[in-house]
């Protein structure tokens, strides 16, 4: 058996830079490098996407344009190893939740700092029950495959944390056999980076960039015109340090504009930041990272608009029969420990 590497992006709204330095690059790079040695499965979490209010009636569009992205980004549809579908189509996801969720604490969930974020952005009575139970969903997505491999984020540290302790918690007390994902320091050994990377608002770079965030000036969506997106960076937030050094506490505008020209062009942070510490020009240095964006977004756009929609149907047509067979394989081994089956 083949070892899994899994992770997901939702369809809630377009995705953004972040999404595609923390998940789309890595994951696309795995899956053309090592998909004869792993099982690669790049999903939509579609019912993560509806975890906050959103525009119901692009839902589906945006799931299928996610799916596209994969493609866009390298993802290659011609393997056998290499897997895409939507959470929604597998119901073994949801139904290994309800099992979780009478294993989680009430505690456990209010502490996910996720929750506090984003729960704070909302009235109280818009905050709902799907949003807190969001990681409960996640661990589902990763133990029904027996997923070690999970390259996610910075944000999704908790998360991935969490996933591990139900994991351990059902092993132990019913002797189950439910893989542990390696902890999110191993994902990104994994993934050949020194550390989760955490995209921040070039507006605001104390938070994330996130598309979950009114905040379209600090966010570059992988949908702006690549003009727009330039223009963004030449106009991000930096300091009056006055030269540039790569530290986020006292210069996070420019670490994060660092962090995302090695990642854009593909080379070691500290080759980076070798060659740019102590610029005083910070006109000069913007201008390189808004150009490393530019031509991503202009390459990616390029490349969505020829992907062929018809592969991708067949591919997931595929993909979804077997993820629900595997999946349900281990929802059987849940159910029958708990005692629902014989
Ligand atoms: P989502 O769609 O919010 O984010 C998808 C991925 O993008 C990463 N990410 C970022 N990385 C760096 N900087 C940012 N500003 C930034 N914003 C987002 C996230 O860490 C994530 O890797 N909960 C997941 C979706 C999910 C999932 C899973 C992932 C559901 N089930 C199972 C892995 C395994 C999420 O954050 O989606």
């Known amino acids: 058996m083949k070892e899994v590497v899994l992770t997901g992006i939702r369809s809630n709204d377009e995705p953004t830079l972040g999404n ?10 795995q899956a053309k490098q090592h998909s004869e040695q792993y099982a690669v499965h790049m999903f939509v979490p579609d019912l993560h996407s509806i ?59 209010s502490r996910m700092v996720e929750f506090k974020d984003k729960s704070a952005k909302l009235d109280n009575d818009r905050v709902s029950v799907g949003l807190f139970n969001y990681p409960v969903l996640m661990a589902a997505d990763i133990l029904l495959y027996g997923a070690k491999w999970v390259p996610v984020g910075e944000d999704q540290r908790q998360h991935l944390e969490f996933t591990r302790t139900i994991a351990q918690r059902l092993n132990n007390q019913f002797g189950l056999d439910l893989t542990l994902p390696e902890t999110i320091e191993k994902q990104q050994e994994f993934v050949g980076r020194a550390a989760a990377p955490r995209i921040r608002s070039l507006k ?44 986020w506490d006292a210069q996070p ?40 964006v530019y031509d991503c977004l202009e390459d990616l756009q ?24 595997q999946a349900n394989k281990t929802l059987l081994a849940v159910q029958k420990a708990v005692g629902l089956r014989t």
């Open 20 to 29: 595609y330095i923390g998940a789309f690059l890595p994951m696309a790079a």
């Open 51 to 109: 975890t906050t209010p959103i525009d119901y009636s692009q839902l589906h569009t945006r799931t299928m344009r996610n799916l596209s992205l994969f493609v866009a980004c390298g993802l290659p549809l011609d393997n056998d190893s290499i897997y895409i579908y939507r959470q929604s189509y597998i119901p073994a996801h949801s139904e290994l939740t309800w099992i979780l969720d009478n294993f989680t604490g009430f505690g456990e969930l």
């Open 204 to 247: 605001n770079p104390a938070k994330k960039m996130s598309k979950s965030v009114d905040d379209p000036a600090g966010t570059i969506l992988l949908s702006d015109n690549p003009n727009d997106a330039y223009k963004k960076v030449m106009s991000a937030a930096t300091d009056d340090v006055g030269a540039v050094h790569f530290d």
């Open 253 to 292: 505008g420019i670490t994060n504009l660092l962090v995302i020209l090695a990642s854009l062009t593909n080379t070691p942070q500290d080759e980076v930041n070798e060659h740019w510490t102590g610029t005083t020009q910070y006109g000069e240095f913007k201008k390189h990272v808004a150009q490393s």
């Open 302 to 325: 390029t490349r969505i608009a020829s992907v062929d929609t018809g592969a991708i149907e067949q591919h997931l047509q595929k993909s979804e029969q077997h993820m629900n067979q």
